[in-house]
Every structure is written in C-alpha cells, then in structure tokens.
C-alpha cells in the first residue's frame, strides 16, 4: 500500500498469529452504551498469544455515539430503552464489521455477551459474520 509516496504493508502480511477481530469493550476500550471498563483479563491475555487482535466497534460502526441509549433485541429489530429504532445502525455497523474482517482475512471474532449488537448467538453483527462464514465466539 501507498500514501503520498510513502510504503506501507499490513501488519498481518505474514503473520504467525492470525487474524480475528474482538469487541472494543471486551478490551477495556470504553465505547459500550454506558462507558466503562468491562476489561476480561485472563481471557484477553489467552487470546493474545494465539490471535492478533483487531478491536472493533459495530455500534459505533453503525455511526451511534459513546454513551447511547441501552438497546435491546426485539425479533428482528433493535430498540432503544428510549424507544427508537436503531435497527438501521445496527446493521450498518455489523455490514462495515464484515468489511473488517474480510479486509484483514479474520475467520474468528470474539465478541460481547449479552450486546444487541456482538452476542454470539443472537446479536446482529454476529448473524451477520456467521452468515459470511466467521467463526464467532462469546467473550
């Protein structure tokens, strides 16, 4: 890659560790709806050193502010505890996470519990990621 006649490669080109995307916040990265640090330690440190880690946000991906009203799963919609429909950013960020992973070649990404957006088995970025073939496990 190029910039104003400076070189640059990706630093996963050749990697020993490969690469996989994991929610911000599960970093201590304050981006939740209600900033804070939700930091896992012991895991983190587990994933390191077999992963090189690209930290991600899909929510705010999605163009939703740090902090946001809390969301919750509605069938297929995502509602906030103000009322609104946040579906359309939800999916956007889940969209732009799927260009991450592709663009880097992540097949894993190691995600939230219990976020509208990253849970592992119900959130909508994750659907989407599974659907594109990417391993998504719960952090």
């Given amino acids: 890659m190029s910039r104003q006649g400076k070189t640059y490669s990706l630093p996963f080109d050749g990697a020993e560790k490969p690469p996989a995307i994991i ?4 970093l201590g990265i304050p981006c939740q709806y209600k900033p804070g640090r939700h ?3 012991d895991r983190i440190a587990w994933l390191m050193e077999r ?4 930290p991600i946000c899909p929510e705010q991906l999605g163009g939703l502010p740090t902090p946001r009203p809390a969301c919750h799963l ?3 919609y995502v509602i906030g505890r103000d009322g609104e429909d946040y579906t359309a950013a ?3 960020g889940a969209e732009l ?3 991450v992973c592709n663009f880097f070649g992540a097949g894993r990404a190691f995600m939230k519990r219990l976020s509208p957006s990253c849970d592992s088995v119900r959130g909508i970025t994750a659907l989407f990621l599974r659907g594109a073939g990417i391993r998504v496990l719960g952090v």
């Fill in 74 to 76: 509605s069938g297929y």
């Fill in 90 to 92: 939800y999916k956007r």
């Fill in 39 to 41: 930091i896992k330690k």
């Fill in 97 to 99: 996470t799927l260009d």
């Fill in 51 to 54: 992963y090189t880690l690209i």
């Fill in 23 to 26: 929610s911000m916040c599960c």
